[in-house]
């Protein structure tokens, strides 16, 4: 007996059956179809996350070298300006009249301490 004729003669509680299961197969394709989407939306959501994540990571890297560059560059700056104070410090240079007589105040100033001292 065919499917056809087999449903033209058949019982009401044969009809609800398989009216039960044909929504039971929807409802497994429908379902089917729900995970597959929501798969689909995670894969992307962590694909964005991912991208976001690497653009953040570039920014930050871009950033640190700013920072480290001007930071090596502020560094390079003072070091070179110490040393060019060391140079001009290391050179000798003749006294001026003003300097010959503060040397000679202070001397005798230690002179007097030290005579004081020992008398």
Known sequence: MSRASRTNTALPADLAVEAAIARVLAAEVAARIALEDA????????EAARALART???RTSTRIAAIRARFESAVA???????????ALA?????TPDEIAGLERA???????????NA
């Open 39 to 46: 798969q689909r939306q995670a894969a992307e959501r962590a």
């Open 56 to 58: 953040i990571a570039q």
């Open 77 to 87: 700056a003072e070091v070179a300006a110490l040393d060019a104070q060391a140079e």
């Open 91 to 95: 050179t000798a240079h003749p006294l």
């Open 107 to 117: 001397l005798a100033a230690l002179a007097r301490e030290l005579v004081a001292r």
